[in-house]
């Protein structure tokens, strides 16, 4: 069974709603109300993900099973979200997926990559510290504040900050 990550095509955007909805299920009322459970990423803005080359998906056999969409907030890469339909969970793709994005991300010249999630669901930061994340308390960048108060605002419970270095700018010059 091969697996592939790799930038979306326009033509695939119609199942990453349904992936959403799916990957939603597995978490529960108190963390994410069901009114968001419900109400996945427009069409509209996965269109305008892809044109900016900020939309990956994971594609295992043939079929678009995951999905990995970003912003950029310069030095960070910014991991708006992630989700692998749950029929496909469990067999890596989530990791496969941050494994690649970060690296091209790295290969991009991104210093950091950021993003928020929940701290105590065992396949968010638990899952991303495994990748080297770590979560943020202090000096929290003004754009993460933003999206965890945008993020309370509409009744996500539990969330943290997190980033990790791709790679340190070492300050000299030759």
Same mark, same amino acid.
């Given at each position: 069974?091969?697996?592939?990550?790799?930038?979306?095509? %326009? !033509?695939?955007?119609? !199942?990453?709603?349904?992936?959403?909805?799916?990957?939603?299920?597995?978490?529960? =009322?108190? =963390?994410?109300? %069901?009114?968001? /459970?419900?109400?996945?990423? $427009?069409?509209?803005?996965?269109?305008?993900?892809? $044109?900016?080359?900020?939309?990956?998906?994971?594609?295992?056999? @043939?079929?678009?099973? *995951?999905?990995?969409? +970003? @912003?950029?907030?310069?030095? &960070?890469?910014?991991?708006?979200?992630?989700? !692998?339909?749950?029929? &496909?969970?469990?067999?890596?793709? *989530? #990791?496969?997926?941050?494994?690649?994005?970060?690296?091209? +991300? /790295? =290969?991009?010249? &991104?210093?950091?990559?950021?993003?928020?999630?929940?701290?105590?669901?065992?396949?968010? +930061?638990?899952? &991303?510290? @495994?990748?080297?994340? $770590?979560? #943020?308390? /202090?000096?929290?960048?003004?754009?993460?504040?933003? #999206?965890? /108060?945008?993020?309370? @605002?509409?009744?996500?419970k539990n969330r943290v900050a997190m980033t990790r270095i791709l790679w340190r700018h070492l300050g000299f010059t030759l």
């Amino acid at each position: 069974m091969s697996l592939a990550i790799r930038l979306a095509n %326009p !033509v695939e955007l119609e !199942v990453l709603p349904v992936i959403e909805i799916k990957a939603a299920t597995l978490i529960s =009322d108190n =963390d994410l109300p %069901p009114h968001l /459970k419900n109400t996945p990423t $427009s069409i509209e803005s996965f269109q305008l993900a892809c $044109s900016e080359s900020r939309l990956w998906v994971a594609e295992k056999d @043939s079929t678009v099973v *995951g999905f990995l969409l +970003a @912003s950029f907030h310069n030095p &960070y890469f910014h991991i708006d979200e992630i989700d !692998v339909d749950p029929e &496909y969970g469990r067999q890596g793709i *989530g #990791r496969e997926m941050m494994t690649v994005v970060l690296t091209q +991300a /790295k =290969d991009l010249g &991104y210093e950091q990559a950021s993003l928020t999630t929940f701290v105590h669901i065992p396949w968010n +930061a638990p899952f &991303y510290q @495994s990748l080297g994340f $770590s979560t #943020r308390s /202090k000096s929290i960048p003004e754009f993460l504040i933003d #999206r965890l /108060k945008f993020e309370d @605002s509409l009744g996500l419970k539990n969330r943290v900050a997190m980033t990790r270095i791709l790679w340190r700018h070492l300050g000299f010059t030759l």
